[in-house]
């Protein structure tokens, strides 16, 4: 039974909460603390899976509260719950939060953003991930200059030009962001030049998850594996993070939408670069019996590639939306949808940019794997993929 941890400085809110989730009383523990004193207390007396926290509270705000969980509870997952917040505070909340909700939500809203937080914690635990994540040894580490953005991207302020000044110390660095910010993904109305101009038009998070997708294709350079199939794996990754920017999702997620599309197959280069003997097996498996390569994968290894790219983007701190979307983007029915987020538009990225690979004449996607229609019918989208496939085939590589 999962537990669950509900925070707010006012009793009668937390009432409410009980009364509007009463039916799960039976297959959630639930808890209710009055302020961040009486939360941490209770985190102590035992463990959470989740804790859900109102933002402004006297004493200890939520933020804090936050904060001393992610410390001393790394593996709680953590929600913001908060009619309002000031811009200082919301800003801190950002790297101790996994999700932001807002007063008033709904019964359905909040259960959903429980079960998909507790699904994605399920899956980064499972014992099959963790072996695989101990064969494949010490995880190289990140870029000095990418540790700074990271400290400066936490500081309320840093100013943009300060951001764009760490970035500036890495040549490589400065120009694959801005070949990034200047591609098809962003369809920004002009010519990007300076990096000033790159924080300023897609925010400093955004620019901070471009360097880490940058970061993360530099450090996994497979040296037994032929460089045609490391070329053909990034030109997938820019095709689909190019279709992801074109999907309905809710203008606030997009740019982390198109950042997870970017990121989405990093599994794939870690089995590559860390287990290459493993990930030639699999290859060959999955051309012997004309599977998926995840699919190999996890008759293999018992974990596919998706889940362990979103494990190591999780210990790296890239959103937690986009782990999430990583995670799921071959199996999105695992969890609950409420309308076209993340998680549905990666899928559906990854699975265009491959048909269009493979079938680049087939029109209405006749030939799609017996999965993935089922998958694209229980999300009802699939009377829309036609529709999707005509717009991403304008696309290009």
Not at 111 to 122: P, S
Not at 286 to 310: D, F, Q, T, W
């Amino acid at each position: 039974m999962k537990r669950i941890l509900f925070v707010d400085d006012e009793s009668k809110i937390l009432d409410g909460i009980r009364r509007m989730l009463h039916a799960e009383r039976k297959r959630w523990d639930m808890q209710f603390a009055v302020g961040g004193e009486e939360a941490l207390r209770a985190c102590e007396a035992g463990g959470f899976d989740v804790v859900i926290s109102d933002m402004r509270m006297p004493g200890m705000d939520g933020a804090t509260l936050l904060g001393h969980i992610r410390d001393r509870y790394p593996s709680t997952a953590r929600i913001v719950l908060s009619g309002y917040a000031e811009s200082a505070l919301a800003t801190r909340a950002v790297p101790v939060a996994h999700r932001f909700l807002t007063k008033p939500c709904n019964a359905a809203e909040l259960q959903a953003t429980i079960e998909r937080v507790c699904t994605l914690q399920e899956i980064l635990g499972a014992p099959e991930l963790q072996k695989v994540v101990g064969a494949v040894s010490e995880l190289p580490s990140l870029s000095s200059t990418y540790a700074s953005l990271t400290q400066a991207v936490r500081d309320p302020n840093t100013s943009i030009s300060q951001v764009a000044r760490v970035i500036e110390k890495d040549v490589a660095m400065s120009a694959k962001v801005l070949q990034l910010v200047n591609s098809a993904f962003f369809g920004l109305a002009q010519n990007v030049t300076s990096l000033q101009s790159a924080v300023s038009h897609l925010g400093m998070e955004t620019i901070k998850n471009l360097a880490l997708a940058t970061e993360t294709f530099r450090v996994f350079v497979p040296n037994s594996i032929p460089q045609s199939v490391c070329e053909t794996m990034q030109r997938h990754a820019h095709r689909t993070a190019a279709i992801a920017g074109t999907l309905p999702v809710d203008s606030k997620t997009r740019d982390v939408t198109v950042v997870a599309a970017l990121l989405h197959d990093i599994g794939r280069l870690i089995l590559a670069s860390k287990m290459p003997d493993v990930f030639c097996a699999m290859l060959a498996n999955a051309r012997e019996h004309n599977c998926e390569p995840y699919e190999a994968e996890k008759e293999m290894l018992g974990v596919s590639h998706a889940e362990i790219g979103a494990y190591l983007l999780g210990l790296w701190g890239i959103p937690n939306l986009a782990v999430e979307a990583i995670a799921h983007h071959h199996c999105p029915t695992r969890i609950p949808h409420s309308v076209f987020d993340s998680s549905i538009a990666v899928y559906l990225a990854d699975l265009l940019a491959n048909e269009l690979d493979v079938h680049p004449q087939d029109s209405d996607g006749a030939k799609l794997p017996e999965f993935d229609r089922a998958c694209l019918e229980t999300l009802g989208l699939l009377p829309r993929y036609a529709e999707f496939r005509q717009l991403a085939s304008q696309i290009g590589n």
